[in-house]
T-cell receptor, first 111, second 115 residues
Framework: DAKTTQPPSMDCAEGRAANLPCNHS???????VYWYRQIHSQGPQYIIH???NNETNEMASLIITEDRKSSTLILPHATLRDTAVYYC????????????FGSGTRLLVRP | GAVVSQHPSRVICKSGTSVKIECRSL??????MFWYRQFPKKSLMLMAT?????????EQGVEKDKFLINHASLTLSTLTVTSAHPEDSSFYIC???????????FGPGTRLTVT
């Protein structure tokens, strides 16, 4: 599976949009981009995933560049409860279904 | 979304003893369960993949005789840390997948402290 690069930490003000970047320049054509987050001392939570089209759900939006070498997770109106470590994972949607976590981005939402 | 529970949430044991951690899918049948370990301020590390009714597949560097995994039913997988040592102290997290779903549902984690 392709490697991802994320900034180690970011912060944003409560109520503003949080834009979390992820670089996956070695992604191949059949690899999906997944985002999970982990709030302190809890298990990770699925947020969103996509292949090449932009995706939106009730939690977030995922913007994938046309060349698929990078993506951005957008939390449109961040709240204090969105403070967490956000993981961008690239993997093939194959029968193993394994998720390999990188180091993620620690997002701090400021009041 | 689907709910995965873990028991216990926190356990302290003495060095040399064994500890069993349970992972249950509460409202769905999990064809595959995964076990992860997480040290403080580090990312999750996949330990093994467990399919119901078959032997677990361990990641490179994970000792299968030390971390025994049993997936006896579609709703229960157990991880037994045998002859635990202080370096086994960690946060152990399981996840479960149903059918061909792309999502994995994670449990709340079990914090193991070996004294």
């Amino acid at each position: 599976d392709a490697k991802t690069t994320q900034p180690p930490s970011m912060d944003c003000a409560e109520g503003r949009a949080a834009n979390l970047p992820c670089n996956h320049s070695t992604i191949s054509g059949n690899e999906y981009v997944y985002w999970y987050r982990q709030i302190h001392s809890q298990g990770p939570q699925y947020i969103i995933h996509g292949l090449k089209n932009n995706e939106t759900n009730e939690m977030a939006s995922l913007i994938i560049t046309e060349d698929r070498k990078s993506s951005t997770l957008i939390l449109p109106h961040a709240t204090l409860r969105d403070t967490a470590v956000y993981y961008c994972i690239v993997r093939v949607k194959d029968s193993s279904y394994k998720l390999i976590f990188g180091s993620g981005t620690r997002l701090l939402v400021r009041p | 979304g689907a709910v995965v529970s873990q028991h216990p949430s926190r356990v302290i044991c003495k060095s040399g003893t064994s500890v069993k951690i349970e992972c249950r899918s509460l409202d769905f049948q999990a064809t595959t369960m995964f076990w992860y370990r997480q040290f403080p301020k580090k990312s999750l590390m996949l330990m093994a993949t467990s399919n119901e009714g078959s032997k677990a597949t361990y990641e490179q560097g994970v000792e299968k005789d030390k971390f025994l995994i049993n997936h006896a039913s579609l709703t229960l997988s157990t991880l037994t840390v045998t002859s635990a040592h202080p370096e086994d102290s960690s946060f152990y997290i399981c996840s479960a997948r149903v059918g061909s779903a792309y999502e994995q549902y994670f449990g709340p984690g079990t914090r193991l402290t070996v004294t």
